[in-house]
């Protein structure tokens, strides 16, 4: 007999497949993530995510593939809400770029795909900064900036419950339990308790500084802005994440350099001509007035178009020398624009060759990861020639 | 309401709608109904059923819908499956009307599921033969490595669209009848096995014996077969071009031929094509059943006693179900109005079609039922799409010009058969196997049927490695670009193109 029917509500919380499946997934993503961490570092919605906890990553590489049609030459099947017309617009993809390895559009369209990973600023920074480090790190003489740290290393009989060192105090159970003769796991008495209590340690930090330089003169046109602040924008965060006493400087200049807050230095555009000089010359006035080389590590780093006064190279050339004898690294990053570029400034530092001293050409925003990998390389004796 | 109290006003409900379903003659399995959390259902719905195996690419799926649900954007109500008796979960958190509708809603697909042709030769117990696939999979998972397994099931399930539902009606695709049998019982039994399967058949003639599925366990039998040896190094007769016909079912000949699979391999091939054929007349008949289904809850639910907040909120929820939208065409919309038309024309013919086709009139519902039973989303948009549908409820065809979406078609007829040629294949590009043994080097040819549509080549690309995966050796496909023909070629390095 057919049609017969039961209704139950079972116990589905061991059921996990689902959410089990889903973690695989989400591990295959962070795969994907940093294998195009090149593209995502330099991705806009991140670095103007404006501290947004969670962003969004176009992924490609987790797309389903099959044989499928192209469902830009096909016709698809849809309802109006009546008198549509032959030759209606329904939507435009025209903000968006189609093509192949490119995402394309987004909405509700046909064929619209392209995978969009959430992942957190965090877990994207660790990703980032699992191969980074700073280079050449020294232990300095004057470990001032030492923070306190607690370790535990001690056992007492009293003391808060929190801290009750569980192990021992089954130790101590059997122990007197055996003690007594009756082997095995009874009662734990009072006296079988046992605490950890810390003692107050200094952790020795090298200090470190970093002097982070921008052109920010009317040559750098937003395009090299944003690749400038990218760069900056992540290493600020990892500073900040890996080092606990590092201090970050931010110098901006065209003309004339002057010290910057953090936000003025992400935000503030300038224009005019460009001396590259002015700023060399602050960062050295800098650090011999508030950081003796002796005590500090010191990095500094630069980002221009390289559209520099031709005849203020050869000061640049002198001071980035003077610069590499008091700095575990100095590295030079030069943006080269898409249109008519001319390299002055590193054509002349090609003069410097110090192991101390890199510079690089970035041409597009790709070039970002490859640049922070370049300057925080921990074992820069390892770099790939 | 006390979950124990909540479940016998459900069972009142229950009982209520199935004596109304009953007396409109719907005919469906026992049912099971079962109330399930919100993540439980998006996890049936992600992989189909609740046994299926594990993959990430369900874990996407899951997120997906969770993900939706979450943030309120769609909802699922309800899930079904196509089983003996049959499985319906119940959202929880539904309200007693929503309950209602969904009961009513889910006994219409019940009897979709037991008398639609296309159903006629699913397995109404893949429950258990699901949960054992997955258990066979978890054990290579244990023995071969959880990445060699997964990669491998990557590669299958991008193939997995390339199967043939229609094998047992013309095996082989052709007029080679010494074949037929054979191959015949093989998809009798479920061929798991593969070639040993085939051979097995084939050399000591046990073929006629072996048809007819006696047992769930007989693709574990066939295991006993793989001993024999493979036809085509045996006999050395003649040169027999595999395939003799172009062959549909990708899955079907690599699980049969591939040189290189291990057994597991050749297991995972025949899981995944299993399931995939035992979904396929759900894609099929898609249109209808949601529309049949969405007819007979509005029939159940007008039977029944609403007050007014009641019927606000079924009216509400119905609409909800039947929103159209200007990109896609709502199944449950289209597959309902198609049902009500077809059941207005046949109650009240015209005198033309009095005449014409001998219809007395008052035929209505038996006419529906008579639908529901022979056809599929093709022939009944087809047979059964009017141009009164086409023009009253604005249905177009639309298309990417430049960087627009723009309407290309109103005219009703070119509607009708824009929709079905999307329908053709349920809506996967043809492709078959042209050449398992190409070059004499043992490669793979396909070739795309061109119908007028390309390929998306970008995928094209990327899948191409996958069918190399399992082939283990180079793949070439041949399809048409912009008019031009052309064969892709993966080597298991680069992937090559050549205009021919």
Wanted: aromatic content about 12%.
């Amino acid at each position: 007999m057919s049609g017969e029917y039961t209704v139950s509500r079972e116990d589905w919380s061991l059921h996990r497949k689902g959410e089990i499946d889903r973690e695989r997934h989400r591990e295959k993503v962070r795969e994907a993530i940093k294998k195009n961490l090149a593209d995502v570092v330099s991705e806009e919605s991140i670095i103007l995510s404006d501290g947004r906890k969670v962003v969004k990553v176009p992924i490609r590489s987790l797309d389903e593939y099959h044989f499928r049609f192209d469902t830009g030459k096909q016709k698809h099947g849809g309802q109006g809400q009546g008198n549509t017309k032959k030759g209606d617009v329904l939507g435009s993809d025209q903000k968006h770029f189609a093509g192949p390895g490119k995402g394309k559009g987004a909405g509700e369209e046909p064929g619209v795909d392209y995978y969009e990973a959430e992942i957190t600023i965090d877990e994207l920074a660790q990703l980032i900064f699992e191969d980074l480090g700073l280079p050449n790190l020294q232990q300095k003489k004057k470990p001032e900036l030492a923070s306190e740290a607690f370790e535990f290393k001690d056992i007492r009989k009293k003391g808060i419950s929190s801290n009750i060192d569980r192990k021992r105090t089954i130790l101590e159970a059997l122990k007197r339990n055996a003690r007594q003769g009756k082997p095995g796991f009874g009662k734990i008495t009072k006296e079988d308790l046992r605490y950890k209590t810390w003692d107050i340690t200094h952790k020795y930090e090298s200090n470190a500084v970093v002097l982070a330089m921008m052109d920010t003169s009317g040559s750098m046109g937003p395009y090299e802005k944003y690749i400038a602040r990218s760069f900056f924008f992540w290493m600020v965060r990892f500073l900040r994440t890996k080092y606990q006493n590092v201090q970050i400087v931010f110098l901006a200049h065209h003309v004339e350099a002057k010290e910057t807050t953090e936000e003025e230095f992400f935000t503030k555009g300038a224009s005019g001509g460009t001396r590259c000089s002015s700023v060399y010359k602050l960062a050295l006035e800098i650090i011999n007035s508030r950081y003796n080389p002796q005590d500090y590590n010191i990095y500094a780093f630069h980002f221009s178009d390289g559209d520099n006064l031709t005849s203020d190279n050869e000061k640049c050339v002198k001071y980035v020398k003077e610069l590499v004898e008091m700095c575990n690294l100095v590295g030079y990053g030069e943006i080269e624009g898409p249109y008519y570029h001319t390299s002055t400034l590193r054509t002349a530092f090609k003069k410097i060759v110090d192991p101390k001293f890199t510079s690089i050409g970035i041409k597009g925003k790709g070039d970002v990861y490859p640049a922070l990998k370049t300057f925080f390389n921990p074992h820069p004796e390892n770099k790939v020639q | 309401m006390h979950p124990q109290e909540e479940i016998k006003v459900l069972e009142k409900s229950i009982e209520e709608i199935t004596t109304i379903a009953k007396k409109f003659n719907l005919d469906f399995y026992n049912m099971y109904f079962e109330i399930c959390p919100a993540d439980i259902i998006y996890s049936f719905g992600s992989y189909g059923m609740p046994t299926r195996f594990s993959h990430w690419t369900f874990g996407k799926a899951y997120h997906k819908m969770k993900t939706q649900y979450d943030y309120n954007l769609s909802r699922i109500y309800e899930m079904v499956i196509n089983t003996d008796p049959c499985y319906a979960f119940l959202l929880e958190g539904n309200s007693l009307v929503q309950n209602k509708m969904v009961i009513a809603h889910v006994l219409a697909h019940c009897d979709f599921f037991k008398n639609n042709y296309y159903f006629s030769r699913t397995s109404r117990k893949m429950v258990e033969s699901m949960s054992v696939a997955a258990d066979r999979i978890r054990s290579y998972e244990f023995k071969y490595g959880r990445d060699k397994v997964e990669s491998f099931l990557d590669a299958v399930i991008s193939l997995q669209q390339n199967v043939d539902p229609e094998r047992h009606i013309n095996p082989g695709g052709g007029k080679h009848s010494g074949r037929r049998t054979s191959e015949q019982s093989c998809q009798g039994h479920s061929c798991t096995g593969g070639k040993c399967c085939q051979d097995g058949c084939r050399q000591d003639g046990r073929g006629q014996n072996d048809s007819g599925r006696t047992t769930p366990y007989d693709d574990l039998w066939d295991l006993d077969k793989r001993e024999c040896k493979g036809k085509y190094e045996e006999t050395g007769e003649e040169a027999i071009k595999i395939p003799e016909h172009p062959e549909k079912d990708l899955l079907f000949f690599m699980m049969n031929y591939g040189r290189d699979l291990q057994e597991w391999q050749r297991d995972i091939i025949s899981i995944v094509r299993e399931e995939m054929l035992y979904f396929w007349p759900q894609m099929q008949t898609k249109i209808m059943n949601e529309g049949w289904a969405t007819y007979w809850h509005m029939r159940i639910m007008r039977e029944m006693d609403l007050n007014e907040d009641e019927a606000l909120e079924f009216a509400k929820t119905h609409a909800g179900v039947i929103q159209p939208s200007k990109y896609h065409i709502n199944p449950y919309f289209l597959g309902l109005k198609i049902f009500e038309d077809i059941e207005k024309r046949w109650d009240n013919p015209t005198a033309e079609e009095k005449e014409r086709y001998d219809r007395p009139g008052g035929e209505g519902k038996q006419k529906i039922f008579e639908v529901r039973e022979t056809e599929n989303d093709i022939s009944f948009i087809r047979n059964y799409l009017t141009r009164d549908i086409v023009e009253e409820y604005d249905l177009y065809l639309y298309k990417k010009v430049g960087y627009d979406w723009k309407v290309t078609d109103k005219e009703w007829e070119s509607v009708r058969d824009g929709l079905v040629a999307n329908l053709y294949n349920c809506g996967f590009p043809y492709i078959v196997v042209e050449d398992g043994d190409f070059g004499k080097r043992g490669e793979i040819y396909l070739k795309h049927v061109h119908e007028g549509t390309d390929l998306d080549i970008y995928y094209l690309e990327r899948t191409l490695p996958h069918v190399y995966k399992v082939w283990g050796r180079a793949v070439h496909l041949e399809t048409v670009v912009d008019g031009k023909r052309v064969v892709f070629t993966y080597n298991g390095e680069k992937t090559s193109k050549k205009f021919i």
